[in-house]
């Protein structure tokens, strides 16, 4: 059957081009007071089309920072794929793809880093999962040097998990006070990324 040439013509969903600007407008303003019409202006779109996709902002919030903590998890998997070696190498490899990361992707980096976790319901969720993620990935590295904190020992493991806690914690709290006018932003970044490297690394020599 013929197609009308009167019937408007097909429009990809802007759902992807909505969340890059609730990405933007969340980063600058902060979540309370970034709202659904700054967000539509953003994307040059209308409010209805953000609530095609959107039940509000709770929502659309935790698919921004669910597409942002994706795009951390994506740098480090790539600098260290799930059937690499967690050796020594690995952790800086990580290290330095996510702060690369950071570095080429500010306004991302200021959603993930300088916003409460517990923002909403579902962003609670989408932090524990994110930092569960890296703890496992972080036991690789114990693992590494043969002193696997599992099995019986469960004092052990138990202290290994708070250790690699620590550590995932440490990483995400450096880019929250270097970024913008934080506390260490003034710092030099060569000198910062090492003295983060070593510090990485001792807590995994003492896990």
């Given at each position: 059957m013929a197609v009308s040439k009167n019937r408007p013509a097909h429009r990809p969903s802007r759902k992807s081009a909505i969340v890059d600007a609730a990405i933007r407008v969340i980063a600058e303003k902060g979540f309370v007071d970034a709202s659904i019409t700054d967000v539509a202006e953003e994307a040059d779109v209308a409010v209805t089309a953000v609530y095609y996709h959107f039940s509000g902002k709770d929502?659309?919030?935790?698919?921004?920072?669910?597409?942002?903590?994706?795009?951390?998890?994506?740098?480090?998997?790539?600098?260290?794929?799930?059937?690499?070696?967690?050796?020594?190498?690995?952790?800086?490899?990580?290290?330095?793809?996510?702060?690369?990361?950071?570095?080429?992707?500010?306004?991302?980096?200021?959603?993930?880093?300088?916003?409460?976790?517990?923002?909403?319901?579902?962003?609670?969720?989408?932090?524990?999962?994110?930092?569960?993620?890296?703890?496992?990935?972080?036991?690789?590295?114990?693992?590494?040097?043969?002193?696997?904190?599992?099995?019986?020992?469960?004092?052990?493991?138990?202290?290994?998990?708070?250790a690699l806690r620590t550590l995932v914690d440490t990483l995400m709290a450096v880019h929250q006070l270097r970024l913008m006018d934080g506390p260490i932003n003034a710092e030099s970044p060569a000198v910062l990324r090492r003295a983060v490297q070593d510090l990485s690394t001792r807590i995994i020599l003492v896990t």
């Open positions: 929502e659309l919030f935790d698919a921004a920072m669910s597409q942002v903590l994706g795009a951390i998890t994506a740098a480090a998997s790539a600098a260290r794929p799930e059937d690499a070696p967690g050796d020594e190498a690995g952790l800086r490899a990580v290290i330095n793809a996510v702060w690369d990361w950071v570095d080429e992707n500010p306004t991302e980096a200021m959603l993930a880093y300088l916003h409460l976790p517990g923002a909403t319901r579902q962003m609670a969720q989408l932090r524990r999962e994110f930092d569960d993620h890296h703890v496992r990935r972080a036991f690789d590295y114990v693992n590494a040097r043969g002193a696997t904190p599992t099995g019986t020992n469960a004092a052990r493991h138990a202290a290994a998990t708070l």
